[in-house]
């Protein structure tokens, strides 16, 4: 039984479906869902953007936080782990490229269970690491491969690329490797939410919301593919228009066409309010792009003030005399 | 603003990211660019309407291709009831003569590479050879 959250997000994504219909379908409101909302959502985007990162950028980091799972560099007869408890920039990069490339952290991920008679077991799961590997590196292919929309003349490594893709296939209509995989990826990504009560226990509607957006888009995308044809000459003469600032309606396109585009804008806009965010977040994590030095480099306390101590030899000058009178021991005469 | 040495040229790389599209084609010089193939002269109509083609071409090649080949059926029915011999060299290229004005123009603005040329060729290009 699927909780709360994922239903207002299902609600949410087909109410947002609806919109669209009724503008498109009914109102014919072309201007708004064809030129107008894409301008909107890429500004959207890349001022919300930068305005998140300015943000995180102006908030300070004092404390040394970096989250190790190695063996700290001490002495010299201690073997130290360079990565897991980076000593050196070039370790913390090391480090960063794995996660941000690999997913190692990922590879972390344990499965707790209860077995009959009372044994609690921890296995490693790398389902959740092959699922968000796979989704990713789609996710990255697929953006590269639309290029060819956007990029005049096409670059050979888009060309390549989608050889790559398509290799799978001599037939038509090419079905890329990475269509299906996103596809499985992000079914899994969702279902994963739905069915672990422990994973759903601690899921937003967010968390909901964004992998049916990309469903959306993917679904959309694929079936404007592979059945709904839509002109691409004419789609990418639009993109072309848009980017050089005389924008004209896209033509010879079908309804799929204008629920893959408002989805679209509906992700890049929401992105700077989202946990999408993790994108340049990683980077500025402090548990992970420090060094780890916290023992061999001394940290001070940047909220240090001067404070007013009293110490013993001055409490002993102060009181010497009375000291003496009641026969205290005393450490200078 | 804190650590923004390192902050600000990696926003600088995104804003560049997000941008190329404008830096290629203002580059290239080639952002108002429409393809334009060369239609035959003397002829006013294709296989079928002009904008079931221009999407569909590619899935009629195919069943041309299967239909011919695997079937030995060689008779197309357009939709207009009229009959076209299922062939790319001697029915299609009857017409559209040269693939680098014709062909090329469009599939090279979509990036696309069909599998057309490791079989078939134009006999423009063999005589050219």
Known sequence: MANKNSLYSIVAVVFLLLILLVGVQGLGWYLLFGVLIPYVAVVFFIVGFVYQVLRWA???VP??????CGQQKSLPWIKADKMDSPQTTGGVVARLALDILFFRPLLKNDRIELQEPQKLLFKTSTYLWLGALAFHWSCLI?????????????????????WFDGIFQGLLPILYATDLIILLALSYLFIRRVVYPQIRYISLPSDYFVPLLILGIVVSGILMRLVYRVDLMQVKAWVMSMLSFHPTLPKGV????????????????????????????????????????????????????PVKVHTYQEYEDEFREAMKEVGLPLEKD | MYDGKKIIPGLLIFLGLVTYPFWHNGVSGKTGYVPKPKLPVDKKECVEPKDYIRVNHKDLL??????????????????????????????CMQCHTDRAEFCDQCHKYAGVENKCWDCHMFPKEIKKE
């Open chain 1, 58 to 60: 102006s908030s300070p």
């Open chain 1, 63 to 68: 404390f040394h936080i970096p989250t190790v």
């Open chain 1, 142 to 162: 697929i953006l590269l491969r639309h290029s060819r929309f956007f990029l005049e003349p096409v670059p050979s490594v888009v060309l390549w690329l989608q």
């Open chain 1, 254 to 305: 079908n309804l799929l066409f204008y629920i893959h585009l408002f989805f679209v804008c509906l992700l890049i806009a929401y992105f700077p309010l989202s946990k999408l965010m993790h994108m340049p977040g990683i980077f500025l994590s402090p548990t992970r792009n420090l060094r780890n030095v916290s023992r061999s480099e001394r940290h001070i306390n940047p909220w240090d003030r």
């Open chain 2, 62 to 91: 195919d069943d041309w291709k299967s239909s011919a080949i695997r079937k030995g059926r060689r008779t197309y029915v357009a939709s207009n009831q009229k009959r076209y011999t299922m062939s790319l060299t001697r029915t």
